[in-house]
């Protein structure tokens, strides 16, 4: 079994910073090695991955959408895959939602299959 649980959304302005934290836990965490993935969805839009960090953080990807403004990281002291989220715009907000699971891709991105939180809102105004 494994639990993911979201923290750290909120309401900023434009060109605000938000961090966003997932905490995956339970035996499977303990026993396999788990890959972490961030979505987003906001409404009338489809899902959308966001980032992801494959087990070992030896690999990790981000969406076209967010690069040079979102950073995934691995935080021992909190045990959670942290999303940093700078210059947002309005567009990205929506409810982030965080997925873990032991069967992944090439890019570190869970299988959608796995485990998910029940999501945090992120609202940027302009």
């Known amino acids: 079994q494994l639990q993911v649980a979201e923290s750290g959304g909120g309401s900023v302005q434009s060109g605000g910073s938000l961090r966003l934290s997932c905490e995956a836990s339970?035996?499977?965490?303990?026993?396999?090695?788990?890959?972490v993935g961030w979505s987003r969805q906001a409404p009338g839009r489809e899902r959308e991955v966001v980032s992801c960090?494959?087990?070992?953080?030896?690999?990790?990807y981000v969406a076209d959408s967010v690069k040079g403004r979102f950073t995934i990281s691995r935080n021992n002291l909190k045990n959670t895959i942290d999303l940093q989220m700078n210059s947002l715009k309005p567009e990205d907000s929506g409810l982030y939602s965080c997925?873990?699971?032991?069967?992944?891709?090439?890019?570190?991105?869970?299988?959608?299959?796995?485990?998910w939180g029940m999501g945090t809102r992120v609202t940027v105004s302009s």
């Open positions: 339970g035996p499977t965490v303990d026993q396999y090695p788990v890959a």
């Open positions: 960090l494959g087990p070992g953080d030896v690999s990790f």
């Open positions: 997925t873990a699971n032991i069967a992944y891709n090439l890019s570190g991105c869970p299988r959608e299959s796995g485990y």
